[in-house]
């Protein structure tokens, strides 16, 4: 085509694309350099009056749409007797050819899902079906941002299809069984089950059905897989793909329609929350499907999917009372569009402000999530509630504040999300906000996982573990794990490695306890990242290899695991795997004490008590380290504690102090504390008088070397783990008399 060829105001230049029916040429208006393209038949079906009937069809459908991802209609014109379609030009690549290079990491598919998802759900509202949905007909702009185009081939829902039984509309590959059985009963949920075969193909890298390196792929082949064969399983083909996300894309591939997700924004809010958060299936606000009337549709047509028969005739009414019926049934019914259309357009912006929300909590832009989160769960969104939860939970862009985080909890549990409703009782369970209680935490936890929530399931597992408000009971814990694993919740499989790790009901089994973490830090558990990096320090069923746990640590720690930030922390401590750092293992102490770790905040209280490296000896900033330790319920911060008072190191010396703080270290275990305690007794120091059968329990307790010499002093001592390095206590006392 000549470059001088003039579509309205635009000169085409160059073509971009051509399919069946049409081709796409870049136009571009040469008085304001604007662009659009141009889409028109191809020379073949020019006089065929019902593709060209199609074509119209397709630019009057689509330019009622408006919607951010659909691309945008400008207009029609006719250039002699060939019409001209004027669309919004996207300066990017087809998702097809995107597939091309490979499978598409979380970010980009959840861009792509949340966009198109809302731009069918947009055509759904408008009573609309796009019936080829498909990667070539979903173009990616520069950034990634997705458009839905080529409605070509929509039908508008209960519209009398204007086709032959015997044709099909759509593309094989991503048809759904409906529309090859049955296409004068398609509706929208053909559109999720063509979606679904998009997903299938982003996550795994080929379509469900049919691929090229079939031997049967025959066109009759790919048909009856369709109709009958169920498709081979995502995690199959990609093992990184989360359990609840596989769950997602089965759901949307169900044979029968009414099996599939009743709309796209209930698709969307699940496979967010499966793709970010810890939720197979949410329980969003159900909605019926969309039923709406469309212009045409005349009594006596066959009942469409969303139409009723028409009713038996009522008796006779005068003219006069049927007028006054019809007044108020226009009134009533123009009342009731208007708040349908109101609620309907407030759903879907708060599911935009709710998808927005997990980029931006995905990004760690935790600020910027809360607002958006906040205007979604204003509007009803039970996502914006759940994450507004974990925000106030966490402190992450607001201050912690526990109340804050139970009310939005309570609040979407109250709207059925099954989530939030487990959410309430971890709160219980931990005594966050509120007084510890096991009874109502468990309470809460089962209608969770009755609900399907997979982090409600584990949590269960923890409590038989640890034995909170239940007796312990590790066959019951396996059992809530699995659950929980089963469900995708990668802190069930964390918790599966753990009970093989330490043999908690079944035998030690290293080899069981890494695959549960590999699994676990493949849906990027950080605990389960921190557990594969302690394997390989300690040697436990692997050969000792420093690198490779350094290396899991920092997965642990970019994962926000505290205790891998810790690790990461004692390694450039002591040398192990690395380069001895102390700047380095301060700055990530640091980070670790920030993310929580009482252990870093004695660490970083050792390190500035004893001077170390680059870390110059303060006692005062050792003493406010080993306080927030303490007050975490840090042992060795409480015995460090009573050391400064013991000594006078910082603090006036006071051995009463020092005697109370070793006495609420050797509460919490502490050899160390118990040692001193010992050497306390021995001397008759702090407060009490010299008690040498005292002292040797307490040496005991510690499980220290002990002994009376020829002389008959006595020596203890005790080589001790403190924190990355060992210590060793000494004793020497006089003559027992």
């Given at each position: 085509m000549n470059q001088e060829f003039k579509v309205g105001q635009f000169v085409l230049e160059r073509p971009l694309g051509e399919g069946g029916m049409a081709e796409v040429w870049l136009g571009r208006n040469p008085h304001i350099g604007t662009t659009a393209a141009i889409k028109f038949l191809n020379q073949r079906f020019a006089s065929d009056q019902d593709v060209e009937k199609r074509f119209l069809n397709e630019g009057r459908r689509q330019g009622s749409l408006d919607h951010p991802n659909i691309i945008k209609v400008y207009g029609f014109e006719y250039v002699g007797s060939q019409g001209f379609l004027i669309l919004q030009y996207i300066d990017g690549i087809p998702l097809d050819l995107r597939l091309q290079h490979g499978r598409m990491n979380d970010e980009e598919i959840l861009r792509v899902a949340t966009g198109i998802l809302g731009a069918l759900g947009c055509a759904h509202a408008a009573g609309i079906v796009h019936r080829d949905v498909k990667p070539s007909n979903i173009l990616l702009d520069r950034r990634g941002v997705p458009y839905l185009g080529d409605f070509g081939i929509v039908r508008a829902m209960g519209e009398a299809s204007r086709t032959r039984t015997t044709t099909r509309m759509g593309t094989l590959y991503y048809m759904s069984p409906e529309q090859i059985q049955r296409p004068k009963e398609v509706d929208h949920r053909a559109d999720i089950y063509g979606f679904g075969c998009v997903l299938y193909e982003?996550?795994?890298?080929?379509?469900?059905?049919?691929?090229?390196?079939?031997?049967?792929?025959?066109?009759?082949?790919?048909?009856?897989?369709?109709?009958?064969?169920?498709?081979?399983?995502?995690?199959?083909?990609?093992?990184?793909?989360?359990?609840?996300?596989?769950?997602?894309?089965?759901?949307?591939?169900?044979?029968?329609?009414?099996?599939?997700?009743?709309?796209?924004?209930?698709?969307?809010?699940?496979?967010?929350?499966?793709?970010?958060?810890?939720?197979?299936?949410?329980?969003?606000?159900?909605?019926?499907?969309?039923?709406?009337?469309?212009?045409?549709?005349?009594?006596?047509?066959?009942?469409?999917?969303?139409?009723?028969?028409?009713?038996?005739?009522?008796?006779?009414?005068?003219?006069t009372q049927l007028y006054s019926i019809v007044a108020v049934a226009i009134l009533v019914l123009g009342v009731a569009g208007i708040a349908i259309w109101n609620s309907r357009q407030r759903t879907e912006k708060a599911s935009q402000f709710a998808s927005q929300g997990l980029m931006k909590f995905n990004a760690k832009d935790y600020r910027g999530a809360t607002d958006d989160f906040r205007q979604a769960a204003d509007a009803g969104n039970t996502v914006g509630m759940f994450y507004l939860g974990r925000l106030y939970a966490n402190g992450w862009g607001v201050s912690r504040d526990y109340n804050e985080a139970m009310r939005w909890f309570r609040k979407a549990s109250d709207a059925g999300d099954a989530a939030s409703t487990g959410r309430v009782g971890l709160l219980y369970a931990n005594g966050w906000g509120v007084s510890p209680n096991y009874a109502e935490a468990m309470k809460w936890l089962r209608k969770g996982a009755d609900g399907g929530d997979g982090r409600s399931m584990t949590v269960i597992g923890s409590l038989y573990a640890i034995g909170h408000g239940v007796s312990v009971d590790n066959a019951e814990a396996m059992k809530w794990y699995r659950k929980g694993a089963d469900a995708g919740d990668a802190a069930g499989m964390a918790g599966l490695g753990d009970l093989y790790r330490w043999g908690m009901g079944v035998t030690v089994d290293y080899p069981q306890a890494m695959t549960w973490y590999l699994k676990g830090a493949d849906a990027g558990d950080g605990s389960s990242m921190d557990n594969l990096g302690d394997l390989y320090r300690w040697g436990n069923g692997v050969a000792v290899d420093n690198a490779e746990a350094a290396k899991w640590y920092r997965k642990g720690s970019e994962a926000g695991n505290a205790n891998s930030m810790t690790s990461v922390g004692e390694f450039y401590d002591a040398g192990y795997g690395v380069k001895e750092d102390t700047a380095q293992a301060r700055d990530w102490y640091e980070k670790a004490a920030e993310a929580g770790s009482d252990e870093a905040m004695a660490d970083l209280g050792n390190m500035y008590e004893f001077g170390?490296?680059?870390?110059?000896?303060?006692?005062?900033?050792?003493?406010?380290?080993?306080?927030?330790?303490?007050?975490?319920?840090?042992?060795?911060?409480?015995?460090?504690?009573?050391?400064?008072?013991?000594?006078?190191?910082?603090?006036?010396?006071?051995?009463?102090?020092?005697?109370?703080?070793?006495?609420?270290?050797?509460?919490?275990?502490?050899?160390?504390?118990?040692?001193?305690?010992?050497?306390?007794?021995?001397?008759?120091?702090?407060?009490?008088?010299?008690?040498?059968?005292?002292?040797?329990?307490?040496?005991?307790?510690?499980?220290?070397?002990?002994?009376?010499?020829q002389n008959g002093y006595f020596h203890a001592s005790l080589e001790f783990p403190d924190g990355n390095f060992k210590r060793t206590w000494k004793a020497t006392n006089a003559p027992q008399n």
């Open positions: 982003m996550l795994t890298g080929r379509v469900p059905f049919g691929t090229d390196s079939d031997r049967d792929s025959s066109d009759f082949m790919v048909e009856l897989a369709h109709v009958r064969t169920p498709p081979p399983r995502p995690r199959g083909l990609n093992a990184a793909i989360r359990p609840a996300v596989e769950q997602v894309v089965l759901r949307c591939l169900e044979k029968e329609p009414e099996q599939r997700y009743s709309t796209c924004e209930e698709l969307r809010d699940a496979l967010v929350r499966a793709m970010i958060g810890t939720v197979v299936e949410p329980s969003p606000e159900r909605r019926p499907p969309p039923k709406t009337v469309i212009e045409g549709v005349r009594p006596g047509v066959a009942p469409g999917p969303y139409q009723r028969a028409e009713p038996p005739k009522p008796p006779t009414r005068s003219r170390d490296g680059e870390v110059k000896q303060d006692y005062l900033q050792a003493k406010s380290w080993y306080d927030k330790a303490a007050a975490a319920g840090n042992a060795r911060g409480m015995l460090h504690l009573g050391e400064l008072f013991h000594g006078g190191k910082g603090v006036e010396e006071n051995d009463v102090q020092a005697r109370q703080w070793y006495e609420k270290a050797a509460a919490a275990g502490n050899a160390g504390a118990m040692f001193e305690l010992g050497t306390l007794s021995a001397f008759g120091e702090g407060g009490s008088p010299k008690d040498q059968t005292q002292a040797q329990e307490w040496y005991k307790k510690a499980d220290a070397n002990y002994n009376v010499d």
